[in-house]
């Protein structure tokens, strides 16, 4: 390709030539490798050399993790690079710098020089490769202090696993995506600790002793610096319903922060916002003032995770994907989220899951009546399972035929006191996010 992109849609419509196993389920390759992005990145010069980097993974927590730990490193006076995935609305969203996501000019720069190099390469690189090559590119272009690296998938065989973190963060450990990261969580810890380098300080969410056992044998085999685990070494200690989010109090070594407000909705954020924090002050090598622990946290926003859209009635996003996700929703909405009228479930998800793991969290939580939907995806599961499963859990069902026609349905549905939730699958809640938000608007 020797003329450069006319449009970001041109740009954009390249990128999407490439697999994209986001969309298309992957499967455990039996000679899983690296080669490729570590060669395009060294024909590129070795950007990712030129920055320090937090590297992020975790079964869940881990987007809102990275967006607390950016909104932290911002406030603290850093240039700061931010990757992650997926994007609810638009591609742009996956890369910003200082909270900003990434211009069309610069993207549309950035893909077409990810396209004079792909033909030096011995086979086309994937969808995702080319993201974080193009996230890596741009964060060198605009000298960022410090890169703030979410992981795709697992942890050892992702494509952002060509950084070395300063600091390695891993949220959480759940049974997920088991098809590629291994039938035990034992197995899943082991690929996940796949990010932590030597020298590099391990920041590790609440996991049981077993869990933690692995990740400090990684951290002992690579020659760590050492391992900050939650709950010991840093902690959420008090985790209160507050307006507009959770009031926490929380502990890292060296300092102790009361009352700090993080406008994020879910008892699960609170715990987020300990290992975010934790992860800041062990990459500054100090803790931060009070004054930048409440500024940065105010700053924080995670679209589509427990997101108030409007009310009247009450509607609420959130990308609750997989069992873990959906107690946690469960959770949040019996805590912080009482109606008095119908409470109603926009809810799509993605093949290869129970669906009860996802169903019976949220008719715990008081979901009476679920409309199904596809997202638009080779992976979505079938509409008839959900709707079955549903039924047999003893909560009414229904198929709609599109994610638009079901927003509308749920939002009848719920009338003017009740609840509406949109859920499951990110594909589901990005889609819906953007109709719900034009539907409340038109009213």
């Given at each position: 390709?020797?003329?450069?992109?006319?449009?970001?849609?041109?740009?954009?419509?390249?990128?999407?030539?490439?697999?994209?196993?986001?969309?298309?389920?992957?499967?455990?390759?039996?000679?899983?490798?690296?080669?490729?992005?570590?060669?395009?990145?060294?024909?590129?010069?070795?950007?990712?050399?030129?920055?320090?980097?937090?590297?992020?993974?975790?079964?869940?927590?881990?987007?809102?993790?990275?967006?607390?730990?950016?909104?932290?490193?911002?406030?603290?006076?850093?240039?700061?690079?931010?990757?992650?995935?997926?994007?609810?609305?638009?591609?742009?969203?996956?890369?910003?710098?200082?909270?900003?996501?990434?211009?069309?000019?610069?993207?549309?720069?950035?893909?077409?020089?990810?396209?004079?190099?792909?033909?030096?390469?011995?086979?086309?690189?994937?969808?995702?490769?080319?993201?974080?090559?193009?996230a890596l590119l741009h964060f060198a272009d605009e000298a960022v202090d410090v890169a703030?690296?979410?992981?795709?998938?697992?942890?050892?065989?992702?494509?952002?696993?060509?950084?070395?973190?300063?600091?390695?963060?891993?949220?959480?450990?759940?049974?997920?995506?088991?098809?590629?990261?291994?039938?035990?969580?034992?197995?899943?810890?082991?690929?996940?600790?796949?990010?932590?380098?030597?020298?590099?300080?391990?920041?590790?969410?609440?996991?049981?002793?077993?869990?933690?056992?692995?990740?400090?044998?990684?951290?002992?085999?690579?020659?760590?610096?050492?391992?900050?685990?939650?709950?010991?070494?840093?902690?959420?200690?008090?985790?209160?319903?507050?307006?507009?989010?959770?009031?926490?109090?929380?502990?890292?070594?060296?300092?102790?922060?009361?009352?700090?407000?993080?406008?994020?909705?879910?008892?699960?954020?609170?715990?987020?916002?300990?290992?975010?924090?934790?992860?800041?002050?062990?990459?500054?090598?100090?803790?931060?003032?009070?004054?930048?622990?409440?500024?940065?946290?105010?700053?924080?926003?995670?679209?589509?995770?427990?997101?108030?859209?409007?009310?009247?009635?009450?509607?609420?996003?959130?990308?609750?994907?997989?069992?873990?996700?959906?107690?946690?929703?469960?959770?949040?909405?019996?805590?912080?989220?009482?109606?008095?009228?119908?409470?109603?479930?926009?809810?799509?998800?993605?093949?290869?899951?129970?669906?009860?793991?996802?169903?019976?969290?949220?008719?715990?939580?008081?979901?009476?009546?679920?409309?199904?939907?596809?997202?638009?995806?080779?992976?979505?599961?079938?509409?008839?399972?959900?709707?079955?499963?549903?039924?047999?859990?003893?909560?009414?069902?229904?198929?709609?035929?599109?994610?638009?026609?079901?927003?509308?349905?749920?939002?009848?549905?719920?009338?003017?006191?009740?609840?509406?939730?949109?859920?499951?699958?990110?594909?589901?809640?990005?889609?819906?996010?953007?109709?719900?938000?034009?539907?409340?608007?038109?009213?």
């Amino acid at each position: 390709m020797g003329v450069r992109f006319a449009s970001i849609a041109e740009a954009v419509g390249w990128l999407d030539s490439h697999i994209d196993y986001e969309r298309v389920a992957p499967t455990r390759r039996s000679l899983p490798s690296l080669k490729g992005v570590t060669e395009a990145l060294r024909l590129l010069g070795s950007p990712q050399e030129s920055f320090e980097v937090i590297h992020i993974t975790g079964t869940n927590g881990k987007g809102s993790t990275t967006a607390m730990i950016s909104s932290l490193l911002v406030e603290a006076g850093l240039s700061v690079g931010t990757y992650t995935s997926p994007n609810l609305h638009t591609v742009n969203e996956r890369i910003g710098r200082d909270l900003v996501p990434v211009s069309d000019e610069v993207l549309t720069d950035l893909l077409y020089r990810l396209a004079m190099v792909e033909p030096e390469l011995g086979e086309p690189l994937t969808r995702f490769e080319l993201l974080t090559l193009a996230a890596l590119l741009h964060f060198a272009d605009e000298a960022v202090d410090v890169a703030v690296v979410e992981v795709g998938l697992g942890g050892t065989w992702d494509s952002t696993n060509v950084v070395d973190g300063v600091v390695s963060v891993i949220t959480s450990i759940g049974l997920d995506h088991m098809a590629v990261l291994g039938n035990s969580e034992i197995e899943i810890a082991t690929d996940k600790a796949g990010i932590i380098k030597p020298g590099c300080t391990a920041v590790v969410g609440e996991v049981t002793d077993e869990i933690a056992a692995v990740i400090e044998a990684r951290c002992d085999n690579v020659g760590a610096a050492g391992m900050w685990r939650g709950g010991s070494t840093f902690a959420c200690t008090e985790n209160r319903l507050a307006f507009g989010g959770r009031l926490v109090d929380l502990s890292v070594p060296g300092a102790v922060y009361s009352e700090v407000l993080v406008p994020l909705n879910g008892a699960h954020q609170g715990r987020n916002a300990s290992v975010a924090l934790a992860a800041v002050t062990a990459f500054l090598g100090r803790a931060l003032s009070e004054e930048i622990v409440e500024l940065g946290f105010a700053r924080a926003e995670v679209p589509g995770r427990c997101e108030v859209l409007g009310h009247l009635p009450l509607v609420v996003v959130d990308g609750a994907h997989n069992a873990a996700g959906a107690t946690a929703l469960g959770e949040a909405l019996v805590e912080g989220f009482a109606v008095g009228g119908p409470k109603v479930a926009l809810l799509g998800m993605l093949e290869g899951r129970d669906p009860a793991d996802l169903l019976k969290p949220l008719i715990d939580a008081g979901i009476e009546r679920f409309v199904c939907v596809a997202p638009e995806t080779p992976r979505a599961m079938a509409v008839a399972e959900i709707v079955t499963c549903a039924e047999r859990l003893g909560a009414r069902a229904s198929a709609a035929a599109s994610i638009e026609s079901g927003a509308q349905e749920v939002l009848k549905l719920a009338g003017g006191e009740g609840l509406v939730l949109a859920t499951g699958s990110l594909y589901v809640v990005g889609d819906a996010r953007r109709c719900l938000q034009q539907l409340i608007a038109d009213r």
